[in-house]
């Protein structure tokens, strides 16, 4: 039996491209793939109580979930067509950081796989970075893969 994996997507290149990697250069038969997304709503939920659109709101949850399911079931299509096997989770939170390490723990993952997108330091002091903090709480080794840049012709 072989080890579970988790991979962190979230729809972006980044993610793309690191998920790519993973199935060419660390796979191996008899692994399983975990996908992991944490989806962030930031939805503007307008006045709080009786003014708030509650209609528009919900309009707006749909068309995210509905985003997440086509944008997860890509990445488990090509995983179904090279009999790969796996999961998706679907994750919930502010924090996409602390979700991965705890899915990660919860599934009994010997390796999380996740793109970067690069910030600079300024940049990562105020937003923070997904990939420092599973570097830094993870209870298993992390990949992070880095898109190389692409020389200026």
């Not at 707006?60 to 998706?88: G, Y």
């Amino acid at each position: 039996m072989g080890r579970i994996d988790i991979i962190a997507i979230d729809g972006s290149p980044q993610s793309r491209y690191a998920f790519d990697w993973y199935l060419e250069n660390l796979y191996r038969e008899g692994n399983t793939v975990v996908l992991a997304h944490v989806v962030e709503y930031g939805i503007n939920i307008g006045l709080p109580g009786i003014a708030a659109d509650v209609e528009g709101i919900c309009a707006a949850v749909k068309r995210k979930n509905d985003e997440v399911e086509a944008m997860s079931e890509e990445f488990m299509s090509i995983l179904r067509a090279k009999t790969i096997p796996a999961k998706r989770l679907i994750l919930n939170g502010n924090r996409p950081g602390e979700e991965i390490v705890k899915a990660a723990a919860d599934e009994g993952a010997e390796l999380i796989i996740m793109g970067t997108r690069g910030l600079g330091k300024i940049r990562r002091t105020f937003l923070g970075s997904v990939s420092e903090h599973v570097i830094h709480h993870a209870h298993c080794p992390v990949t992070i893969v880095r898109q190389s840049e692409k020389p200026s012709p």
